[in-house]
Protein backbone atom coordinates (compact mmCIF):
# COMPACT_ATOMS: atom_id res chain seq x y z
CA UNK A 1 0.00 0.00 0.00
CA UNK A 2 1.28 3.59 -0.73
CA UNK A 3 2.33 5.60 1.78
CA UNK A 4 -0.22 7.95 3.19
CA UNK A 5 0.32 11.56 2.29
CA UNK A 6 0.53 14.07 5.21
CA UNK A 7 -0.18 17.73 5.41
CA UNK A 8 1.62 19.37 3.24
CA UNK A 9 2.09 16.60 0.79
CA UNK A 10 -0.24 15.76 -2.25
CA UNK A 11 -2.89 13.64 -0.42
CA UNK A 12 -2.28 9.49 -1.58
CA UNK A 13 -4.92 8.19 -3.89
CA UNK A 14 -7.16 5.34 -3.05
CA UNK A 15 -10.64 4.33 -4.43
CA UNK A 16 -12.46 3.58 -1.30
CA UNK A 17 -11.83 5.43 2.37
CA UNK A 18 -13.79 3.42 5.42
CA UNK A 19 -13.97 4.54 8.71
CA UNK A 20 -13.86 1.99 11.54
CA UNK A 21 -12.71 -1.44 11.95
CA UNK A 22 -15.64 -3.26 13.48
CA UNK A 23 -18.59 -5.59 12.14
CA UNK A 24 -18.84 -3.35 9.28
CA UNK A 25 -15.78 -2.28 8.36
CA UNK A 26 -13.98 -5.24 8.30
CA UNK A 27 -16.70 -6.85 5.67
CA UNK A 28 -16.74 -3.76 3.58
CA UNK A 29 -13.31 -3.83 3.48
CA UNK A 30 -13.47 -7.77 2.28
CA UNK A 31 -16.29 -6.85 -0.20
CA UNK A 32 -14.34 -3.95 -1.79
CA UNK A 33 -10.86 -5.34 -1.60
CA UNK A 34 -11.03 -8.90 -2.59
CA UNK A 35 -14.33 -9.06 -4.57
CA UNK A 36 -14.16 -6.04 -6.28
CA UNK A 37 -10.58 -5.18 -6.44
CA UNK A 38 -10.43 -1.25 -5.02
CA UNK A 39 -7.89 0.17 -3.31
CA UNK A 40 -9.47 0.63 -0.04
CA UNK A 41 -8.03 1.66 2.92
CA UNK A 42 -9.04 1.85 6.44
CA UNK A 43 -9.05 4.40 9.49
CA UNK A 44 -9.53 2.90 12.82
CA UNK A 45 -9.15 5.01 16.12
CA UNK A 46 -8.66 1.56 18.38
CA UNK A 47 -5.30 0.04 18.48
CA UNK A 48 -7.46 -2.93 17.08
CA UNK A 49 -9.97 -4.12 15.06
CA UNK A 50 -13.72 -5.09 16.71
CA UNK A 51 -15.45 -1.29 16.68
CA UNK A 52 -18.10 -2.15 19.44
CA UNK A 53 -16.52 -4.93 21.19
CA UNK A 54 -12.88 -3.34 21.05
CA UNK A 55 -14.44 -0.30 23.53
CA UNK A 56 -17.21 -2.09 25.49
CA UNK A 57 -14.89 -4.63 27.88
CA UNK A 58 -17.03 -3.42 31.11
CA UNK A 59 -18.13 -6.21 33.45
CA UNK A 60 -20.91 -8.37 32.03
CA UNK A 61 -20.65 -7.10 28.35
CA UNK A 62 -22.04 -9.85 26.74
CA UNK A 63 -24.21 -9.92 23.55
CA UNK A 64 -27.78 -9.89 23.77
CA UNK A 65 -28.34 -11.61 20.39
CA UNK A 66 -27.54 -15.20 19.86
CA UNK A 67 -24.21 -16.11 18.84
CA UNK A 68 -25.16 -18.32 16.08
CA UNK A 69 -27.34 -15.53 14.54
CA UNK A 70 -24.90 -12.55 15.88
CA UNK A 71 -22.28 -12.77 13.30
CA UNK A 72 -20.95 -13.04 9.49
CA UNK A 73 -22.97 -15.14 7.16
CA UNK A 74 -20.77 -14.11 3.68
CA UNK A 75 -18.63 -17.26 4.50
CA UNK A 76 -19.68 -20.87 4.63
CA UNK A 77 -15.92 -21.79 5.28
CA UNK A 78 -16.21 -19.49 8.50
CA UNK A 79 -19.53 -20.21 9.57
CA UNK A 80 -18.39 -23.97 9.49
CA UNK A 81 -14.78 -23.40 10.99
CA UNK A 82 -15.46 -21.27 14.06
CA UNK A 83 -16.95 -22.31 17.42
CA UNK A 84 -18.96 -20.65 19.69
CA UNK A 85 -18.96 -21.42 23.24
CA UNK A 86 -22.14 -20.28 24.42
CA UNK A 87 -25.71 -18.92 23.54
CA UNK A 88 -24.75 -15.45 24.74
CA UNK A 89 -21.20 -14.61 24.10
CA UNK A 90 -19.30 -12.25 26.37
CA UNK A 91 -17.52 -9.17 24.58
CA UNK A 92 -14.00 -11.36 24.78
CA UNK A 93 -15.66 -14.17 22.69
CA UNK A 94 -16.54 -11.90 20.24
CA UNK A 95 -13.50 -9.75 19.78
CA UNK A 96 -11.44 -13.00 19.57
CA UNK A 97 -14.47 -14.17 16.42
CA UNK A 98 -13.59 -10.89 15.07
CA UNK A 99 -9.77 -10.74 15.09
CA UNK A 100 -9.98 -14.26 13.58
CA UNK A 101 -12.08 -12.69 10.76
CA UNK A 102 -9.65 -9.99 10.42
CA UNK A 103 -6.74 -12.60 10.24
CA UNK A 104 -8.30 -15.22 7.69
CA UNK A 105 -9.51 -12.90 5.44
CA UNK A 106 -5.55 -10.96 5.92
CA UNK A 107 -7.69 -7.57 6.48
CA UNK A 108 -4.99 -5.62 8.92
CA UNK A 109 -2.77 -4.88 6.12
CA UNK A 110 -5.11 -2.38 4.74
CA UNK A 111 -6.04 -0.93 8.13
CA UNK A 112 -4.40 1.93 9.47
CA UNK A 113 -4.91 1.77 13.45
CA UNK A 114 -4.76 4.43 16.41
CA UNK A 115 -5.79 6.89 13.15
CA UNK A 116 -9.11 8.92 14.08
CA UNK A 117 -10.73 10.85 11.10
CA UNK A 118 -11.32 14.41 12.22
CA UNK A 119 -12.16 15.17 8.63
CA UNK A 120 -13.80 14.69 5.11
CA UNK A 121 -13.99 17.32 2.79
CA UNK A 122 -15.84 17.01 -0.57
CA UNK A 123 -13.90 18.47 -3.91
CA UNK A 124 -17.57 19.40 -5.57
CA UNK A 125 -15.24 19.01 -9.56
CA UNK A 126 -13.84 15.64 -9.07
CA UNK A 127 -16.75 14.37 -6.55
CA UNK A 128 -13.49 13.06 -4.47
CA UNK A 129 -13.41 13.30 -0.40
CA UNK A 130 -10.01 14.59 1.09
CA UNK A 131 -9.59 12.43 4.15
CA UNK A 132 -7.67 13.91 7.30
CA UNK A 133 -6.75 12.13 10.93
CA UNK A 134 -5.61 13.05 13.96
CA UNK A 135 -2.19 12.50 12.98
CA UNK A 136 -2.09 14.74 10.13
CA UNK A 137 -2.53 11.84 7.35
CA UNK A 138 -4.29 12.94 4.39
CA UNK A 139 -5.88 10.27 1.74
CA UNK A 140 -8.14 11.38 -1.22
CA UNK A 141 -10.72 8.79 -2.28
CA UNK A 142 -13.56 8.74 -4.62
CA UNK A 143 -15.89 6.68 -2.18
CA UNK A 144 -15.92 7.15 1.40
CA UNK A 145 -17.62 4.62 3.74
CA UNK A 146 -19.05 5.59 7.25
CA UNK A 147 -18.67 2.40 9.04
CA UNK A 148 -18.36 4.10 12.40
CA UNK A 149 -21.31 2.45 14.30
CA UNK A 150 -24.93 3.11 15.98
CA UNK A 151 -23.44 3.04 19.46
CA UNK A 152 -20.22 4.50 19.26
CA UNK A 153 -20.29 8.26 20.34
CA UNK A 154 -19.89 7.53 24.33
CA UNK A 155 -22.24 10.12 26.33
CA UNK A 156 -20.97 11.26 29.67
CA UNK A 157 -23.38 13.18 31.51
CA UNK A 158 -22.96 16.71 32.24
CA UNK A 159 -23.18 16.20 36.05
CA UNK A 160 -21.91 19.31 38.31
CA UNK A 161 -18.92 18.56 40.31
CA UNK A 162 -17.35 15.61 38.48
CA UNK A 163 -14.40 17.48 38.33
CA UNK A 164 -13.92 17.40 42.11
CA UNK A 165 -14.57 13.63 42.79
CA UNK A 166 -11.52 12.29 44.61
CA UNK A 167 -12.32 8.51 43.63
CA UNK A 168 -11.98 7.09 39.92
CA UNK A 169 -15.17 7.59 37.42
CA UNK A 170 -15.39 5.14 33.91
CA UNK A 171 -18.07 4.58 31.67
CA UNK A 172 -18.71 1.18 30.38
CA UNK A 173 -17.89 2.47 26.83
CA UNK A 174 -14.66 3.45 27.27
CA UNK A 175 -13.38 0.90 29.43
CA UNK A 176 -10.05 0.30 31.01
CA UNK A 177 -8.61 -2.49 28.66
CA UNK A 178 -6.71 -3.95 31.68
CA UNK A 179 -10.18 -3.83 33.90
CA UNK A 180 -11.57 -2.16 37.09
CA UNK A 181 -10.79 -4.04 40.74
CA UNK A 182 -14.11 -3.52 42.79
CA UNK A 183 -12.85 -5.25 45.44
CA UNK A 184 -13.49 -3.36 49.10
CA UNK A 185 -15.04 -0.59 47.21
CA UNK A 186 -18.02 1.69 47.45
CA UNK A 187 -19.27 2.00 43.77
CA UNK A 188 -21.64 3.94 42.41
CA UNK A 189 -23.46 2.76 38.84
CA UNK A 190 -25.23 5.47 37.25
CA UNK A 191 -27.43 4.35 34.19
CA UNK A 192 -29.88 1.48 34.14
CA UNK A 193 -30.43 0.64 30.29
CA UNK A 194 -29.12 -2.51 28.53
CA UNK A 195 -25.34 -1.77 29.58
CA UNK A 196 -26.66 -0.97 33.26
CA UNK A 197 -28.54 -4.23 33.50
CA UNK A 198 -25.69 -5.71 32.50
CA UNK A 199 -22.92 -4.53 34.85
CA UNK A 200 -24.90 -4.24 37.77
CA UNK A 201 -24.72 -8.04 39.14
CA UNK A 202 -20.90 -8.25 38.18
CA UNK A 203 -20.03 -5.09 40.02
CA UNK A 204 -22.44 -6.48 43.11
CA UNK A 205 -20.39 -9.34 43.44
CA UNK A 206 -17.05 -7.96 43.81
CA UNK A 207 -17.95 -4.64 45.24
CA UNK A 208 -18.10 -3.35 49.18
CA UNK A 209 -21.07 -1.84 48.00
CA UNK A 210 -22.46 -1.08 45.06
CA UNK A 211 -25.34 1.96 44.47
CA UNK A 212 -27.80 2.21 41.78
CA UNK A 213 -28.69 5.46 40.67
CA UNK A 214 -31.92 4.54 38.33
CA UNK A 215 -34.06 7.50 36.47
CA UNK A 216 -36.12 5.37 33.93
CA UNK A 217 -36.73 1.95 35.42
CA UNK A 218 -36.63 -0.70 33.06
CA UNK A 219 -38.05 -4.30 31.28
CA UNK A 220 -35.72 -6.86 30.81
CA UNK A 221 -36.38 -10.42 30.35
CA UNK A 222 -34.00 -13.07 31.12
CA UNK A 223 -31.33 -14.15 29.02
CA UNK A 224 -31.12 -17.53 30.03
CA UNK A 225 -27.31 -17.74 28.29
CA UNK A 226 -25.91 -21.58 29.02
CA UNK A 227 -23.07 -23.48 26.90
CA UNK A 228 -23.50 -24.19 23.62
CA UNK A 229 -23.47 -27.69 23.35
CA UNK A 230 -21.75 -29.54 20.70
CA UNK A 231 -24.96 -31.47 19.52
CA UNK A 232 -26.49 -28.10 18.76
CA UNK A 233 -23.69 -26.60 17.07
CA UNK A 234 -24.00 -29.24 14.79
CA UNK A 235 -27.55 -28.96 14.68
CA UNK A 236 -26.83 -24.95 13.78
CA UNK A 237 -23.79 -25.61 11.17
CA UNK A 238 -26.11 -28.37 9.58
CA UNK A 239 -28.71 -25.49 8.92
CA UNK A 240 -27.17 -22.56 8.34
CA UNK A 241 -28.31 -21.40 4.80
CA UNK A 242 -32.05 -21.87 6.14
CA UNK A 243 -31.21 -19.97 9.27
CA UNK A 244 -29.44 -17.35 7.63
CA UNK A 245 -32.52 -17.11 5.25
CA UNK A 246 -35.24 -17.14 7.50
CA UNK A 247 -33.41 -14.05 9.40
CA UNK A 248 -33.07 -11.77 6.30
CA UNK A 249 -36.74 -12.05 5.76
CA UNK A 250 -38.03 -11.33 8.98
CA UNK A 251 -39.22 -8.33 10.74
CA UNK A 252 -36.07 -7.98 12.84
CA UNK A 253 -33.13 -10.37 11.49
CA UNK A 254 -33.61 -13.13 13.80
CA UNK A 255 -34.31 -16.18 13.13
CA UNK A 256 -38.03 -16.27 14.37
CA UNK A 257 -41.09 -14.59 13.92
CA UNK A 258 -44.02 -13.45 16.31
CA UNK A 259 -46.95 -16.34 16.19
CA UNK A 260 -49.06 -14.11 13.57
CA UNK A 261 -51.88 -14.20 16.89
CA UNK A 262 -53.08 -10.94 18.59
CA UNK A 263 -52.27 -10.80 22.48
CA UNK A 264 -55.58 -9.60 22.86
CA UNK A 265 -57.44 -12.64 20.83
CA UNK A 266 -56.34 -15.36 23.11
CA UNK A 267 -57.38 -16.32 26.41
CA UNK A 268 -55.64 -15.05 29.59
CA UNK A 269 -54.05 -18.23 30.26
CA UNK A 270 -53.09 -19.35 26.84
CA UNK A 271 -51.72 -15.77 27.26
CA UNK A 272 -49.78 -16.30 30.08
CA UNK A 273 -48.54 -19.83 28.67
CA UNK A 274 -46.88 -18.10 26.29
CA UNK A 275 -45.38 -15.95 27.74
CA UNK A 276 -44.08 -18.18 30.58
CA UNK A 277 -42.88 -20.48 27.73
CA UNK A 278 -40.86 -17.47 26.39
CA UNK A 279 -39.46 -16.31 29.89
CA UNK A 280 -38.21 -19.46 30.70
CA UNK A 281 -36.27 -19.44 26.94
CA UNK A 282 -35.12 -16.04 27.32
CA UNK A 283 -34.08 -13.53 25.11
CA UNK A 284 -35.81 -11.01 22.63
CA UNK A 285 -38.06 -13.46 22.00
CA UNK A 286 -40.59 -12.67 24.44
CA UNK A 287 -40.82 -9.69 22.24
CA UNK A 288 -40.30 -10.81 18.62
CA UNK A 289 -41.57 -13.77 18.74
CA UNK A 290 -44.77 -13.71 20.82
CA UNK A 291 -47.65 -11.88 19.84
CA UNK A 292 -47.62 -9.28 16.49
CA UNK A 293 -48.96 -6.55 17.77
CA UNK A 294 -47.18 -5.78 21.34
CA UNK A 295 -45.59 -2.92 19.07
CA UNK A 296 -48.57 -1.41 17.82
CA UNK A 297 -51.32 -1.74 20.43
CA UNK A 298 -51.33 -0.43 23.94
CA UNK A 299 -54.04 -2.98 25.09
CA UNK A 300 -51.63 -6.26 23.91
CA UNK A 301 -48.36 -4.22 25.03
CA UNK A 302 -49.90 -3.67 28.41
CA UNK A 303 -50.47 -7.65 28.97
CA UNK A 304 -46.86 -8.11 28.46
CA UNK A 305 -45.77 -5.42 30.43
CA UNK A 306 -48.13 -6.56 33.39
CA UNK A 307 -46.42 -9.98 33.02
CA UNK A 308 -42.96 -8.25 33.45
CA UNK A 309 -43.65 -6.38 36.54
CA UNK A 310 -45.76 -9.23 38.07
CA UNK A 311 -41.91 -11.04 37.37
CA UNK A 312 -40.28 -8.19 39.17
CA UNK A 313 -42.79 -8.11 42.33
CA UNK A 314 -41.62 -12.26 42.27
CA UNK A 315 -38.42 -11.92 42.51
CA UNK A 316 -37.24 -8.46 44.20
CA UNK A 317 -37.73 -8.87 48.12
CA UNK A 318 -38.45 -5.64 48.76
CA UNK A 319 -41.99 -4.53 47.68
CA UNK A 320 -41.34 -0.54 47.95
CA UNK A 321 -37.83 -1.69 45.69
CA UNK A 322 -39.88 -3.74 43.91
CA UNK A 323 -42.00 -0.94 42.77
CA UNK A 324 -39.32 1.55 42.16
CA UNK A 325 -37.80 -1.57 39.60
CA UNK A 326 -40.93 -2.20 37.65
CA UNK A 327 -41.48 0.17 34.76
CA UNK A 328 -44.66 2.24 34.02
CA UNK A 329 -43.98 5.15 32.18
CA UNK A 330 -43.28 3.56 28.45
CA UNK A 331 -44.72 0.50 26.40
CA UNK A 332 -42.48 -2.23 26.77
CA UNK A 333 -40.61 -2.98 24.26
CA UNK A 334 -40.65 0.98 22.61
CA UNK A 335 -36.90 1.39 24.53
CA UNK A 336 -34.00 -0.86 23.80
CA UNK A 337 -35.74 -4.43 25.56
CA UNK A 338 -32.27 -5.55 27.41
CA UNK A 339 -32.31 -8.96 28.27
CA UNK A 340 -30.22 -9.86 31.59
CA UNK A 341 -28.40 -12.35 33.99
CA UNK A 342 -30.04 -12.44 37.46
CA UNK A 343 -30.27 -8.44 37.41
CA UNK A 344 -33.37 -8.22 39.59
CA UNK A 345 -32.20 -10.73 42.03
CA UNK A 346 -28.70 -8.36 42.63
CA UNK A 347 -31.39 -6.10 44.27
CA UNK A 348 -31.86 -9.10 47.06
CA UNK A 349 -28.05 -8.36 48.18
CA UNK A 350 -27.40 -6.82 51.38
CA UNK A 351 -24.35 -4.68 49.52
CA UNK A 352 -26.60 -3.47 46.95
CA UNK A 353 -29.33 -0.33 47.61
CA UNK A 354 -31.08 1.71 44.93
CA UNK A 355 -31.91 5.23 44.43
CA UNK A 356 -34.78 6.77 42.52
CA UNK A 357 -33.56 9.61 41.29
CA UNK A 358 -37.13 10.87 39.59
CA UNK A 359 -38.31 10.85 43.50
CA UNK A 360 -34.17 12.30 44.29
CA UNK A 361 -32.70 13.94 41.78
CA UNK A 362 -28.49 13.71 41.45
CA UNK A 363 -27.71 17.71 42.39
CA UNK A 364 -24.06 17.30 42.56
CA UNK A 365 -21.08 14.80 42.46
CA UNK A 366 -18.91 16.05 45.14
CA UNK A 367 -15.31 15.03 46.52
CA UNK A 368 -16.96 12.45 48.53
CA UNK A 369 -19.23 10.93 45.89
CA UNK A 370 -22.80 12.19 44.59
CA UNK A 371 -25.61 14.13 46.72
CA UNK A 372 -28.79 14.03 45.54
CA UNK A 373 -31.88 16.01 47.08
CA UNK A 374 -32.01 14.11 49.86
CA UNK A 375 -28.85 12.39 50.83
CA UNK A 376 -24.85 12.17 49.91
CA UNK A 377 -23.75 9.04 49.33
CA UNK A 378 -19.84 8.11 49.87
CA UNK A 379 -18.43 6.11 46.65
CA UNK A 380 -15.15 5.17 46.14
CA UNK A 381 -15.49 4.91 41.86
CA UNK A 382 -18.16 5.98 39.86
CA UNK A 383 -19.32 4.09 36.75
CA UNK A 384 -21.27 5.51 34.14
CA UNK A 385 -23.68 3.47 32.38
CA UNK A 386 -24.99 6.02 30.65
CA UNK A 387 -25.14 5.23 26.81
CA UNK A 388 -24.08 6.91 23.97
CA UNK A 389 -24.93 9.81 21.55
CA UNK A 390 -26.48 7.50 19.59
CA UNK A 391 -26.66 7.10 15.49
CA UNK A 392 -25.45 10.54 15.04
CA UNK A 393 -23.27 11.05 17.51
CA UNK A 394 -20.05 9.42 15.79
CA UNK A 395 -20.63 10.70 12.85
CA UNK A 396 -21.21 14.17 13.48
CA UNK A 397 -17.77 14.43 15.38
CA UNK A 398 -16.43 14.52 12.63
CA UNK A 399 -15.94 17.59 10.38
CA UNK A 400 -18.05 16.03 7.29
CA UNK A 401 -18.58 18.50 4.91
CA UNK A 402 -20.53 18.26 1.35
CA UNK A 403 -21.28 20.55 -1.85
CA UNK A 404 -20.99 24.17 -0.60
CA UNK A 405 -18.84 22.90 1.88
CA UNK A 406 -21.91 22.50 4.06
CA UNK A 407 -21.23 20.31 6.86
CA UNK A 408 -23.35 17.54 7.82
CA UNK A 409 -23.37 19.00 11.37
CA UNK A 410 -25.72 21.89 9.81
CA UNK A 411 -27.43 19.71 7.75
CA UNK A 412 -28.72 17.55 10.45
CA UNK A 413 -28.96 20.49 12.72
CA UNK A 414 -32.91 19.11 12.74
CA UNK A 415 -32.47 15.91 12.93
CA UNK A 416 -30.65 13.70 10.74
CA UNK A 417 -32.10 13.58 7.17
CA UNK A 418 -31.26 10.25 4.71
CA UNK A 419 -32.52 8.22 1.85
CA UNK A 420 -32.78 4.23 2.77
CA UNK A 421 -30.38 5.31 5.85
CA UNK A 422 -27.50 4.89 3.25
CA UNK A 423 -26.66 8.39 1.85
CA UNK A 424 -27.17 12.54 2.38
CA UNK A 425 -28.94 14.86 -0.20
CA UNK A 426 -25.55 17.18 -0.75
CA UNK A 427 -22.64 14.24 0.12
CA UNK A 428 -22.21 12.74 -2.79
CA UNK A 429 -20.47 9.21 -2.96
CA UNK A 430 -20.77 9.12 1.13
CA UNK A 431 -22.42 5.78 2.47
CA UNK A 432 -23.47 5.55 5.68
CA UNK A 433 -23.79 1.73 7.03
CA UNK A 434 -26.34 1.44 9.23
CA UNK A 435 -26.99 5.04 9.23
CA UNK A 436 -30.05 6.89 10.39
CA UNK A 437 -33.35 6.16 8.38
CA UNK A 438 -32.55 1.83 8.36
CA UNK A 439 -33.45 -0.74 10.16
CA UNK A 440 -30.40 -0.36 12.36
CA UNK A 441 -30.29 -0.62 16.23
CA UNK A 442 -33.81 -2.05 15.75
CA UNK A 443 -32.21 -5.19 14.36
CA UNK A 444 -30.19 -7.75 14.52
CA UNK A 445 -27.15 -5.77 13.50
CA UNK A 446 -25.08 -8.27 11.60
CA UNK A 447 -28.02 -9.05 9.10
CA UNK A 448 -28.52 -4.92 8.55
CA UNK A 449 -24.49 -4.37 8.43
CA UNK A 450 -24.46 -7.49 5.27
CA UNK A 451 -27.55 -6.40 3.47
CA UNK A 452 -26.29 -2.43 3.67
CA UNK A 453 -22.23 -3.49 2.63
CA UNK A 454 -23.41 -5.88 -0.16
CA UNK A 455 -26.04 -2.84 -1.72
CA UNK A 456 -23.26 -0.39 -1.73
CA UNK A 457 -20.99 -2.87 -3.11
CA UNK A 458 -23.38 -3.58 -5.82
CA UNK A 459 -23.54 0.14 -6.32
CA UNK A 460 -19.99 0.75 -6.73
CA UNK A 461 -19.71 -1.58 -9.10
CA UNK A 462 -22.70 -0.52 -10.84
CA UNK A 463 -21.32 3.35 -10.92
CA UNK A 464 -17.40 1.94 -11.80
CA UNK A 465 -18.75 -0.36 -15.30
CA UNK A 466 -20.92 2.82 -16.44
CA UNK A 467 -18.14 5.10 -15.76
CA UNK A 468 -19.92 7.25 -13.54
CA UNK A 469 -18.15 9.91 -11.37
CA UNK A 470 -20.52 9.73 -8.55
CA UNK A 471 -24.01 9.07 -6.94
CA UNK A 472 -25.66 10.89 -5.05
CA UNK A 473 -29.69 11.16 -2.89
CA UNK A 474 -32.03 13.51 -4.92
CA UNK A 475 -33.35 15.87 -1.90
CA UNK A 476 -37.23 15.14 -3.33
CA UNK A 477 -36.24 11.27 -2.35
CA UNK A 478 -34.94 12.41 0.99
CA UNK A 479 -37.49 14.48 1.96
CA UNK A 480 -39.99 11.52 0.98
CA UNK A 481 -37.95 8.78 2.94
CA UNK A 482 -37.55 10.88 6.02
CA UNK A 483 -41.36 11.27 5.65
CA UNK A 484 -42.13 7.55 5.64
CA UNK A 485 -39.93 6.90 8.31
CA UNK A 486 -41.44 9.03 10.61
CA UNK A 487 -45.16 8.14 9.21
CA UNK A 488 -44.21 4.25 9.93
CA UNK A 489 -43.16 5.01 13.34
CA UNK A 490 -46.17 7.01 14.54
CA UNK A 491 -48.23 4.01 13.76
CA UNK A 492 -45.84 2.10 16.56
CA UNK A 493 -46.08 2.40 19.93
CA UNK A 494 -41.82 4.33 20.17
CA UNK A 495 -43.09 7.28 20.23
CA UNK A 496 -44.50 7.13 23.78
CA UNK A 497 -40.95 6.61 25.20
CA UNK A 498 -38.48 9.36 25.61
CA UNK A 499 -35.27 6.76 24.35
CA UNK A 500 -32.08 7.13 23.05
CA UNK A 501 -33.81 6.09 19.69
CA UNK A 502 -35.63 9.91 19.84
CA UNK A 503 -31.92 11.25 21.14
CA UNK A 504 -33.85 12.00 23.92
CA UNK A 505 -30.90 10.79 26.30
CA UNK A 506 -28.57 13.78 24.92
CA UNK A 507 -29.62 17.94 26.37
CA UNK A 508 -30.23 19.85 23.20
CA UNK A 509 -30.55 16.97 20.54
CA UNK A 510 -33.42 17.69 17.87
CA UNK A 511 -35.73 14.58 18.82
CA UNK A 512 -36.64 12.98 15.79
CA UNK A 513 -37.22 9.21 15.53
CA UNK A 514 -33.86 7.67 14.15
CA UNK A 515 -34.49 3.76 13.08
CA UNK A 516 -36.32 2.64 10.36
CA UNK A 517 -39.43 0.34 12.26
CA UNK A 518 -40.88 -1.19 8.67
CA UNK A 519 -38.44 -3.89 8.95
CA UNK A 520 -35.67 -5.83 8.15
CA UNK A 521 -37.35 -7.74 5.25
CA UNK A 522 -39.39 -4.44 3.75
CA UNK A 523 -36.80 -2.25 4.24
CA UNK A 524 -34.30 -4.96 2.07
CA UNK A 525 -37.23 -5.16 -0.86
CA UNK A 526 -36.90 -1.72 -1.05
CA UNK A 527 -33.45 -1.39 -1.50
CA UNK A 528 -33.17 -4.12 -4.04
CA UNK A 529 -36.16 -2.13 -5.86
CA UNK A 530 -34.47 1.03 -5.82
CA UNK A 531 -31.32 -0.40 -7.44
CA UNK A 532 -33.39 -2.85 -9.72
CA UNK A 533 -35.03 0.34 -10.99
CA UNK A 534 -31.61 2.28 -11.85
CA UNK A 535 -30.99 3.67 -8.39
CA UNK A 536 -34.24 5.25 -8.14
CA UNK A 537 -34.31 8.62 -5.94
CA UNK A 538 -30.42 9.02 -6.62
CA UNK A 539 -28.41 11.13 -9.20
CA UNK A 540 -25.94 9.58 -11.01
CA UNK A 541 -22.98 11.96 -12.25
CA UNK A 542 -21.68 11.08 -16.09
Same mark, same amino acid.
Given at each position: ?444 ? &???? /??? =? $??? *? ?7 ? #?? @? ?5 ? &???? /??? =? $??? *? ?7 ? #?? @? ?45
Amino acid at each position: MAAAGFAGEAPTQHDLVIIGAGFSGLYMLHRARDLLGLDAVVFEAGAGVGGTWYWNRYPGARCDSESYYYSYSFSEELEQEWEWTSKYPAQPEILRYLEHVADRFDLRRNIRFDSRVESAVLDEDTLRWTVRTDGGEEVSAQFLVSAVGCLSAANVPDIPGLDQFDGEWFHTGRWPHDGVDFGGKRVGLIGTGSTGIQAAPVIAAEAAHLTVFQRTPNYTVPARNAPLTPERAAEIKATYPAIREHARNSYGGFPFDPSGRSALEVTQDERRATYEALWEEGGFKFLFGSFYDLLVSEEANDTAAEFIRGKIREVVADPQVAEILAPRDHPYGSKRPPIDTNYFETFNRSNVSLVDLRATPIEEITAEGVRTTAAEHSLDMIVFATGFDAMTGALLRMDIRGRDGRSLREKWAAGPRTYLGLQVAGFPNLFTITGPGSPSVLSNM &PVSI /EQH =V $EWI *ADCITHLRS #SG @AAGIEAT &PEAE /EAW =V $EHV *AEIAGLTLF #SK @ASSWYLGANIPGKTRVFMPYVGGVATYRQRCDEVAAQGYEGFAISA
